[in-house]
């Protein structure tokens, strides 16, 4: 397991980017409006390393990583922020985008949030 940590809380308008199948991960540091868009996690204590081939578990739901942006890892690991995509895509859009194959999760807080 490279990271574990639950929901912490989600944003008014976290929800909203269901319809282009896409979630943002954001560490509790998330301020300025941010943490209205976000859903809210506590940030690594340590680097966190997301490769291709790695799993993706939210709550009951696993999804195989497909593609790591180049500062994906970087920013996850400072900030706890990522972008996720649920489209199985094998190259990453933009920089900080993991990702994933499998449907839009429904998730709530509470839920585990993991990465192996």
Request: glycine residues 12%.
């Amino acid at each position: 397991m490279k990271f574990e940590t639950k929901i912490i809380g989600i944003g008014a308008q976290a929800r909203e980017f269901k319809g282009e199948n896409m979630l943002i991960f954001f560490g509790q540091c998330a301020n300025g409006g941010l943490e209205d868009y976000s859903v809210l996690i506590t940030e690594p204590k340590k680097p966190v390393s997301i490769c291709p081939g790695d799993t993706l578990c939210i709550g009951k739901n696993s999804y195989p990583v497909t593609a790591v942006g180049d500062i994906a890892s970087k920013t996850f690991s400072e900030l706890g922020h990522c972008t996720v995509r649920f489209d199985g895509a094998k190259e990453a859009a933009l920089p900080g985008t993991v990702h994933v194959e499998g449907e839009y999760p429904d998730y709530q807080t509470g839920d585990s949030v993991s990465i192996e």
